[in-house]
């Protein structure tokens, strides 16, 4: 049986199809593939990374991996079946972590002070890995930077502002969202009266309003 353990906002979740329903949370394959599905919808119409999802997606690859594995003791007509399932699985994991890297590289310096300044406590939007890419990469253009422009220019102008040369996300971009559950007494816009929020309601708004919401996993995007 396909099981891991990640620490989510300081809480041991276990993804299986069986355990203990006081400590852990139970999800079957099928689960935690709509769950993957959901997060790539909204990695891809979110303006910023949202929170690592790598445990979710290592886990499906394994499943894959242990699923292509058995393939000699299936019949053809099964093979088939699931090879077209692995690939399905498989584009969305390499789309979600394309659509991840995109982010890192645009907003590389402001991804990296935001994981900085977290605390202990705080969900963090790179995984390990990123935080590697994301360091490389910035370290690597920055050197290009030097060696191809800057070095070759008066001294005055050899030191970059790294406020001024910060790519900031837009988070004040419209988006959609689609209710998950009832939410009450949300400040979607600071001018108006909080509103209440039904299930399967689609609304627009702000992404920085509603971003809690998002990754509280009340709401998703469309």
Known sequence: ????????????????????????????????????EEYWVNERLSPYLLETQQEVVDCLLEQCQTVEENFPQASAFAVGIHQLEIQRIK???????????KKIEKHTEYALEEEL??????????????????????????????????????????????????TVPNLNTFIFFKVKEDVNDVQIDPRETPVDLSKDEIHI?????????????KIKLV
């Open 117 to 166: 300044v977290k605390d202990d406590q705080s969900v963090p939007h790179l995984s390990p890995a990123e935080f590697v890419y994301a360091r490389e990469f910035h370290r690597n253009t920055q050197n290009h930077l030097s060696e191809m422009a800057l070095k070759h220019m008066p001294s005055a102008f050899q030191n970059l502002d790294k406020q001024k040369s910060m």
């Open 1 to 36: 049986k396909q099981r891991y353990q990640r620490r989510v906002r300081g809480m041991d979740v276990s993804l299986d199809d069986i355990g203990n329903e006081d400590e852990y949370e139970q999800l079957t394959a099928a689960q935690v593939l709509e769950r993957l």
């Open 91 to 101: 584009y969305m994991v390499t789309d979600y972590v394309r659509t991840r890297l």
């Open 205 to 217: 708004s702000k992404y920085l309003p509603i971003a809690p919401l998002l990754e509280q996993s």
